[in-house]
């Protein structure tokens, strides 16, 4: 027995020796050396970069820019919004055509029961036919004509202003679509890459243990985490196909159509100051550019109230024509046997008192004014907060994103020494496994947060009411 112990401890070394070399031959295969710190830029490529396997069999390729032009031009609720602007370009003209007076035409025929008699003398057909023709020009209504166009001209306006809102609020859903389904795709790549980790271990793991150098619990720790990873994988894939999905919809595509979207979670730095971007947001975001109208429609509603202060003139011509016949040429009881006849004059009407109708109607619409006006200012604020808390959204993620790349650069390295450790017999299988879910969650929150710089861009963006399909900031 005293001879087998120096041979025992001879077979202990080398095995040992051998564990070790193989543990650093595969940790190099596998996850090579430790990559030195690299510039916020490059931060993308401390995480893998997923390419999809529809890729290959896809119908369409896009890229973010592509899909923000698709949606805007085939997307249902900016067709419906376009539709919206044409109606109320037609709600322009139908005002401009109040300024001219209106031309009412009659034609009829009358029958009767008696010649109509002047005393015994006939003054008039029993069989009556009648043609006249009507034109009430409007010549000044308190400025109520004028005031009504003005006011569907601006109701024109803040329609188109709310017709960009609407492609605005569409390129932010499409943008976040996209860049969450980029998202998911990541952290699929990802926890493939921690199935296979998980597998490699598991079979170091097995072989050992059918030497008898490690315990069965070793055995099923690890199927028991390569089961929960393999689980996750599968709901990362199932998010996935429901972020596809939605952006389909997005674009107006069929749910199950094969679309590459194709792109890549990048940082991309900002350079814009707070007070630039609120200065941009004054000039451009389509909500506030809706308030003005408001509150300049409010102002015309005002002017239509006042007009019943004023008189109501309007000139007048008429003619009529009556005959025995359809075609009213003649007349036999009239001057000369003429059918027709014609007049000319002015009309004015004024509704002097009311019980204070009017002047309660100016108030209500003074008051409305000073209401709207309140409501405008809140928008402003609402729309600089909006821009201030994306700006801080921004800057965490940023953060976040340089944090990231060293806890992934640390966690790899981690994983290679602890896997290394453990194949050379000098460490437990619980240290392996808890490296490798560092790994995995250092991976995981690099990605979420370069998902959260470019999902915060694209509503910084929207806050400004600024279109950038590409998300570019050069």
Known sequence: MKRNVPFLLVLIFMLSSVSFAYAQEQGEKTLGEAKAPVSMEEATTQVPQAVTDDAVDAEMKLTLEECVKLGLKQNPSIIAARKDLLAAE????????AF????????????????PRSGDTPAGYQDQWAFSINVSQPVFKGFELLSKYQKTKLQRASTEASLYNAELTLISNIQTSFLTLLQGRMEVKSKQDSVARLKSQLDVIQAFYQVGLRPRVDVLQAEVELATAEQDLLIAKNTVDSRAARLNT???????????????????????????????????RPDLKIARKAVEISEEDVTIAESGFYPDITADFNYSSDGDDPSVSSNKFNYRNRPDSWNIGANLNWEVFSWGQTYYDTKRAEDNVKKIKAEFDNTRLEASYEIKDQLLSLKAAA?????????????????????????????????????????????????????????????????????NPSLKTN
């Open 100 to 115: 001219g007076g209106p031309v009412t035409a009659k034609y009829g025929y009358t029958h009767y029961d008696d010649v």
């Open 90 to 97: 037609s709600d322009v003209k139908r005002q401009r055509g």
């Open 250 to 284: 997005l674009l107006n595509l069929p749910l199950e159509k094969k679309v590459d979207y194709s792109g890549e979670l990048t940082y991309m730095p900002f350079s814009m100051t707070l007070d630039q971007c609120i200065d941009k947001a004054d000039k451009g």
């Open 399 to 467: 953060d976040r994103i340089g944090v990231g790349r060293k806890s992934v650069e640390a966690g790899r390295e981690g994983y290679r020494m602890a896997m290394a450790r453990y194949q050379a017999q000098v460490s437990t299988n619980n240290e392996v496994l808890n490296a490798q879910s560092r790994l995995s969650d250092s991976e995981a929150q690099l990605i979420q947060a370069l998902s959260d710089y470019q999902v915060a861009l694209a509503k910084l963006y929207v806050a400004m009411g600024d279109m």
